[in-house]
Every structure is written in structure tokens, then in C-alpha cells.
């Protein structure tokens, strides 16, 4: 008796059948993005706490005035994430309380706090509240803008924040009672994800 004839016989490999089904397997992932993306869709609800501009609004580089009336040089943006408090009127005890929580959202960062450059934007930046504020935070960029510099800056009751990219464009936008954690979150994952700033 020869080896041969123990062995049982075995069926023939098809290998390029194998072969089809993995890469149909690698591809189906692709397709089904591909397809998402062309049908545009988008998930029911987002992980951000703000409103997130689609597309996002340039802001020009120019129109900005310090306190004291002078233009302001572009250099002092420096290239970084804007966390912009905008508003009308007299900072009250509700503006100066927001002032604080944006520098401990920023100091919160922690390694990533450098990126980023805190800005008041106010129609009233003699206001003596907000002069209290820039002598208590010196790094405190407080400005002035022609009244179509921001959409929805001026004559809204209250201030309001929001993120500007370091191209200038406004990304983000937040009620007026939002939460610091919620800002910091919203925050924390743009510089994790962002190239530039």
C-alpha cells in the first residue's frame, strides 16, 4: 500500500475566489464612506457644544481698533486660535464672570495653551470694567470693529463667544449661557485635529 492511496482526496483549491473575497472585504469599508459622503449625509447629532459654520466666515484683517483708537497690527493675532468674546454695551458682572472662565479654559489646555489668544471685541472698549479685566490679564486683547466686522457681534443683548481659526475665519458660535467645560471640550478637540495655529 502506497501513501497515496490512504490520503483522502481533498477538493481543489480555488485561490482566486480567496482572493476576490478579500479584497471585496478591504474595499466595502471605502465604498460605504464613499458613499455617505456623495449622498451627504451627516450624523444626526454632533459632539460640539457650539454651533459649528458651514462653510466657515472669513473675518477681514483689517478694521480692528485697540481702546485707545489705533489699528490694530495683524501681528498681534500672531497666527493663533481666537476664543472672541463679542457684545454690545458695558461689560457687566456677567461679561467680567466670562472674561475669567475664558483665561481658565485656556490655562486648561495646559500644553496646548499657547495656541491660543484670548480677544473681547466691544463697541464700549473704554468701558472701565474691561480696563479692570486687561489690567488683571495683561495677555487680554481687547478690540473694536466697524459693525459688520462680526455677524451677530453688535446689538445682540449680552456677549457672546466665539472661535475664530488661525486663517481668520469663524468657525464656531455659542449661545449665551454655554458652559466653559462645554468650550474647553470643543477646544481641546480642534487642537488635537488642527495642522496650522
Known amino acids: 500500500m502506497t501513501t497515496a492511496s490512504i490520503r483522502p482526496s481533498l477538493p481543489p483549491r480555488n485561490g482566486s475566489l480567496m482572493l476576490a473575497l478579500v479584497v471585496g472585504l478591504l474595499i466595502l469599508p471605502f465604498a460605504i464612506a464613499g458613499g455617505l459622503f456623495l449622498f451627504g449625509w451627516q450624523p444626526a447629532r454632533s459632539a460640539n457644544h457650539g454651533q459649528l459654520l458651514n462653510p466657515p466666515l472669513p473675518l477681514s484683517a483689517s478694521g480692528l481698533l485697540t481702546p485707545e483708537g489705533q489699528a490694530l497690527a495683524t501681528a498681534e493675532l500672531g497666527d493663533k486660535w481666537l476664543l472672541l468674546l463679542s457684545g454690545s454695551g458695558p461689560c457687566d458682572a456677567a461679561c ?10 485656556q490655562v ?19 468701558d472701565a470694567e474691561l480696563a479692570a479685566a486687561r489690567q488683571r490679564q495683561p495677555d487680554l486683547l481687547v478690540v473694536t470693529a466697524p459693525s459688520n466686522w462680526l455677524p451677530g457681534a453688535t446689538g445682540d443683548a449680552g456677549y457672546r463667544l466665539h472661535i475664530v481659526d488661525p486663517q481668520g475665519r469663524l468657525i464656531m458660535d455659542y449661545p449665551a449661557g454655554v458652559a466653559a467645560k462645554g468650550v474647553r471640550a470643543d477646544l481641546e478637540r480642534l487642537l488635537k485635529f488642527a495642522w496650522t495655529g
Not at 96 to 105: Q, S, T, Y
Open 96 to 105: 467680567a464672570n466670562r472674561i475669567d472662565e475664558m483665561r481658565r479654559i
Open 108 to 126: 486648561s489646555l495646559n500644553k496646548d495653551m499657547e495656541r491660543l489668544r484670548r480677544v473681547v471685541l466691544s463697541d464700549y472698549p473704554s
